[in-house]
């Protein structure tokens, strides 16, 4: 079965300075690749999707991710934070063989240090 | 557009009684989806529905749980009887999906359950 893995349960950063989410996926198919946004007491968000074509997408509110087959990745990535990304992220894959499916990984909690 | 409706946002609820959690997707979207959200395991997918047919519900816990969507725009889902250890966050989502892919899913706010 697929697993979709977020090494980083926490990760602090300070406002201004970059921020990188890592996740891994267990899969032999190409699969689909989202990142989703929670704020406190909200539903998720979808900040990127990967299908296919450049491997490198850009999303909402300034973020971006790299899809790395060799590595089995979609890290994501935001050159310069606010204090308003502080937020759960979550990392979750798709294939086509599994319809409309999805799984999740298990969340990175981004805290942002003044 | 109003988002995904979903209700209530919080219930409080005692052991052994009926909980049913209630979802109005955004019109036009053909596809919804019942996740469960905990600290310990994190997002898991319930059931999801296509056309209002369910389409998988191996993420179902048990038989105390059941999910109906009599058409395109409400389904429930039903714990009965709700036990301490069903205390979670319920989300509801929709997506309007072309040749069996997921673009794009839309998440309501929640509904957060507590089972005492």
């Known amino acids: 079965a697929q697993s979709v893995t977020q090494p980083d349960i926490h990760i602090t950063v300070s406002e201004g300075a970059s921020l990188e989410l890592r996740c891994n996926y267990s899969y032999g198919a190409t699969p689909y690749l989202f990142w989703y946004v929670q704020s406190p007491g909200q539903g998720l968000q979808l900040l990127l999707k990967y299908f296919s074509g450049d491997t490198l997408v850009q999303g909402i509110k300034g973020f971006e991710a790299e899809f790395k087959r060799s590595q089995s990745s979609f890290n994501l990535r935001k050159p310069s934070v606010h204090w308003s990304d502080a937020a759960e992220y979550f990392c979750?894959?798709?294939?086509?063989?599994?319809?409309?499916?999805?799984?999740f990984g298990g969340g990175t909690r981004v805290l942002v240090k003044p | 557009d109003a988002g995904v409706i979903q209700s209530p946002r919080h219930e409080v609820t005692e052991m052994g009684q009926e909980v049913t959690l209630r979802c109005k997707p955004i019109?036009?979207?053909?596809?919804l989806f019942w996740y469960r959200q905990t600290m310990m395991r994190g997002l898991e997918l319930l059931i999801y529905?296509?056309?209002?047919?369910?389409?998988?519900d191996s993420g179902m816990p048990e038989d105390r749980f059941s999910a109906k969507m009599p058409n395109a725009s409400f389904s429930t889902l039903k714990i009965q009887p709700s036990e301490p250890r069903d205390s979670a966050v319920y989300f509801c989502?929709?997506?309007?999906?072309?040749?069996?892919?997921?673009?794009?899913?839309?998440f309501g706010s929640g509904t957060q359950l507590s089972v005492l």
């Open positions: 019109s036009g979207h053909n596809s």
């Open positions: 989502a929709s997506s309007f999906s072309e040749l069996g892919v997921n673009e794009k899913l839309f």
């Open positions: 529905f296509n056309n209002n047919v369910p389409i998988d």
């Open positions: 979750a894959v798709g294939f086509k063989a599994a319809g409309n499916k999805l799984t």
